[in-house]
């Protein structure tokens, strides 16, 4: 099996998370190899960027009315895509503790398209941009990334994550600092991706308000991603029932995320009893339960 053959099957096998960070590398590849093939015939390709990412001019947007969605996987350069795959790795990790992967798809497409609204809606709003809205243009996942990062925070204010030179840090101080970051920076070099980031902040942050009061924000679509799916998918080999076959039902995405809640509430709880009284305080369920958790999947 060759390199591409273990990367397509890596893909396939893959969670959404590692899709996703997949498409945002394999456009990066895409799109700085066509640049390279542009001067080697000394020719320069970046006319292409207008094409991909998010322009703040409304005309502009009118005819490449695609880019809200393809601005979320362009990256500029190396660098750029490396830290936001690296922060949508770390907290989508966390974000799926606590729900499902069509819900990181759904919250990924959901909060970028709304960060892409906030930044297009405040450079045509306030004077401050006029001079530059005509040339401006948004790239990149971190719109999408914030979602995920506040949603994480907002689900589990109080789990740890362990930072470079400051050691354990909670999840809503990481989260408050990105946002109160972004905000000071509205009128900074980066003042679109700042905005964008509020945008996709926000969304996190009604998403999991949302899902609390039986709404989930991203359901729509990812009913219609998987409409798409199955439009272009094979037909899948049926299997014939039996008369000895039982009953099953598959759960709902709700279901799974309250069952997914439920079994952490009694992880936390176990293991604060452990701190509390020690290991050998547990009962024989508890520490079944406890070695079951620590398995691997």
Not at 73 to 98: A, R, V
Not at 177 to 195: H, K, P, Q, Y
Request: with cysteine; hydrophobic share 50%.
């Amino acid at each position: 099996m060759n390199i591409f053959d273990n990367i397509k099957l890596s893909f396939r096998q893959g969670s959404n998370l590692i899709k996703l960070i997949y498409i945002n590398a394999g456009v990066f590849l895409l799109y700085h190899a066509i640049l390279i093939a542009f001067k080697l015939f000394n020719s320069n390709g970046i006319f292409l960027l207008p094409f991909l990412a998010m322009p703040a001019d409304g005309l502009q947007l009118l005819y490449h009315f695609w880019t809200p969605v393809t601005y979320m996987f362009m990256h500029e350069g190396f660098l750029h895509l490396f830290f936001n795959m690296l922060c949508l790795y770390w907290f989508g990790k966390i974000f799926l503790m606590y729900y499902s992967e069509k819900q990181l798809t759904g919250l990924y497409l959901v909060g970028g398209w709304m960060a892409g609204l906030f930044y297009f809606l405040s450079f045509n709003i306030f004077p401050y941009f006029n001079a530059v809205v005509s040339q401006t243009l948004l790239l990149g996942a971190s719109g999408s990334i914030m979602a995920i990062i506040v949603a994480s925070a907002v689900a589990s204010p109080n789990l740890e994550m362990r930072v470079l030179f400051l050691g354990n840090v909670k999840l809503k101080y990481i989260a408050l600092v990105a946002v109160l970051t972004s905000f000071f920076g509205i009128t900074s070099n980066n003042a679109g991706g700042e905005i964008a980031h509020l945008g996709g902040a926000l969304t996190g942050y009604l998403f999991v308000v949302s899902l609390r009061k039986g709404k989930d924000i991203t359901k729509w679509l990812n009913v219609l991603l998987d409409n798409v799916v199955n439009l272009f998918s094979r037909k899948k080999l049926k299997v014939k029932k039996t008369k000895y076959s039982a009953p099953y039902r598959k759960m709902t995405d709700e279901e799974f995320n309250m069952e997914k809640v439920r079994r952490m509430q009694e992880i936390d709880r176990i293991l604060d009893k452990i701190k509390s009284s020690g290991y050998d305080s547990l009962t024989s369920e508890e520490k079944k339960r406890l070695f079951e958790q620590g398995k691997p999947n």
